[in-house]
């Protein structure tokens, strides 16, 4: 996991990216049950050697089996002189050249693509049915659940999946053809899988064949439940004298496609006078910013709306049973509705109330002081969210997967693409050849428009 941030005033866009990396340790096709957090990870890089362009990277460190490092400095190459006038155009230059390029994804890392997606999808459908199974277990007496009852539990939750995917919309460049020949094609492995996860459970034909549609589905529907990267592709395009930014999510390469969809819940929309826009684990920036977490709200909710409820279910069961014996059973339950009404009308309330005041004492004075902020100061402040992260998490009992130093880039129209802050793997001192040879490289792209050069 990583912590990102983009803060966006009118005049530059200031991006700040963590080092931590964790690796999920995986022997044969079956995870080992343990991890490794690696604070080196590169995640925050120009886009551009000319224009005023950026790109971070979460979730997924590279794209089936390709580092993202290396796909974006190669794609970087290759984009040379070239420039675009708006930072969508950008994004989908960047987009095509990895469907342009499925070459560089081999067959083997595909297949291990296809069976992470699939093994999460048949996990998730076998933990619906454990959680299932373990409910109706502390409620029977003998702590027995029968046969018929155990196959209705998996017929339920095979449907709902099946369901849940074939509601959804294919996903940009995949359609039902496709996902037909996907299936044929994969019938081995997914038998394999089925058997690796089901191993414990009967399952009959026809949930087997249902099984196989799901493993299609899960590949070529716009889902993307099953894991990802993110790509956040950030800064001014040639025409363009506000920033922009644009995010993604980037699943894999499946049979020479490659899946991705804009993430319209990070969209940077009608270009305000400023945003800040974190990225994977967002709840300490998120607090920050609206002075409340988002999860202790919830939990406010949560706790009001159970007070209330047992608070109007005993005074309307006090006031029906000293009602009239005669009253009517439809003006009884008049009565009822109008109390969980009003309940629910309270609850919204309250949330209301939360909300206009973390508006107005929070989120807006924090906006309105990031509209003016300089550039250094915007670079300053995304920094310290970042760290910020890094910290909660460095004193709380969860994992430390926010850490490591933090790569900091602001973008302006003007100054382009600025460094605030870079590690680097090795001491800058000792290797001034790296620095010359990317000189060289610069001035030769800068003279031949579209000359690839070498990757740096």
Known sequence: ??????????????????????????????????????????????????????????????????????????????????????????????????????????????????????????????????????????????????????????????????????????????????????????????????????????????????????????????????????????????????????????????????KYAFDSSKEYSNRPHSSIIPFAQEDVIYTFVAGLSSHLLNIQVQSIERILAAWFDSFTSAMLANSPENMPEDTKESVKNQSKETKNALVHEFVEEIRKYQHDNFIEPVMQTVSNLPKEELAEMAEALVSLTSLRRKVSTDEETVGGPTDVAVISKGDGFIWYKRKHYFDPSLNSDFFARRSIVEYNEGKNPGMEGEDL
């Open 1 to 258: 996991m990583t912590t990102e941030v983009a803060i966006i005033n009118r005049q530059a866009i200031a991006l700040a990216a963590d080092s931590a990396v964790t690796i999920s340790l995986v022997v044969g096709n079956r995870l080992a049950g343990g991890t490794k957090i690696f604070n080196t990870a590169n995640k925050l890089f120009s886009l551009s050697r000319f224009e005023p362009i950026g790109v971070m990277v979460y979730g997924d460190a590279s794209l089936t089996g390709v580092p993202w490092e290396s796909l974006i400095k190669v794609y970087r190459a290759k984009l040379g002189k070239t420039y675009f006038p708006t930072i969508s155009a950008y994004a989908e230059d960047f987009l095509n050249f990895l469907s342009n390029n499925t070459h560089y994804f081999l067959p083997e890392d595909q297949e291990r693509s296809f069976r992470a997606v699939i093994l999460s999808t048949f996990f998730n459908i076998k933990q619906n049915i454990e959680k299932e199974l373990l409910g109706i277990k502390k409620e029977s007496k003998d702590g027995k659940v029968t046969s018929t009852r155990i196959k209705t539990i998996i017929d339920e939750a095979i449907d709902d999946c099946f369901n849940y995917l074939d509601k959804k919309k294919f996903a940009a460049g995949f359609d039902k053809t496709f996902a037909t020949s996907l299936i044929s094609e994969n019938d081995a492995v997914t038998n394999e899988l089925m058997d690796q996860v089901f191993e414990d459970l009967k399952i009959n034909k026809s949930n087997k064949s249902k099984l196989h549609k799901i493993a299609g589905l899960s590949v070529c529907k716009d889902d993307f439940s099953s894991g990802y990267s993110g790509i956040v592709i950030a800064g001014f395009g040639r025409d363009e004298m506000v920033p922009d930014l644009k995010p993604y999510k980037i699943q894999g390469v499946f049979q020479g496609k490659v």
